[in-house]
């Protein structure tokens, strides 16, 4: 079993910058793809970001292009979020989740094995 633990979440003003950290414990990191979603309050979990096991493909949703970025740290076992630009809309509990699958789509939330509590983003206008 793996644990993922998501933290960096706050309060912030429009324009300004947060990086989310996605600490993952137990099982071997660095073997799967793994990606950020988000959820806003009445609002289905969205994909924000993914990236592959080696780091060296990453896909963002149309809303986050250009202003986030994906990483990771396969010797420390963590998940990192660059988020800046941000926008009111940007508000949202946001989520790590890693795939072992090998066919399934970073994209969609259901192909994912655990995800972690989350952390909230607030975003001031």
């Known amino acids: 079993q793996v644990r993922l633990v998501e933290s960096g979440g706050g309060l912030v003003q429009a324009g300004g910058s947060l990086t989310l950290t996605c600490a993952a414990l137990?099982?071997?990191?660095?073997?799967?793809?793994m990606g950020w979603f988000r959820q806003a309050p009445g609002k289905e979990r969205e994909f924000v970001a993914g990236?592959?096991?080696?780091?060296?493909?990453?896909s963002y949703s149309d809303s986050v292009k250009g202003r986030f970025t994906i990483s990771r740290n396969n010797a420390m076992s963590k998940l990192y979020l660059q988020m800046s630009s941000l926008k009111p809309e940007d508000t949202a509990i946001y989520y790590c989740?890693?795939?072992?699958?090998?066919?399934?789509?970073?994209?969609?939330?259901?192909?994912?094995?655990?995800w972690g509590q989350g952390t909230q983003v607030t975003v001031s206008s």
């Open positions: 137990g099982r071997t990191f660095a073997n799967y793809r």
């Open positions: 989740g890693i795939m072992y699958s090998e066919t399934g789509d970073l994209r969609n939330r259901d192909d994912y094995a655990f």
């Open positions: 990236i592959n096991w080696r780091g060296s493909s990453t």
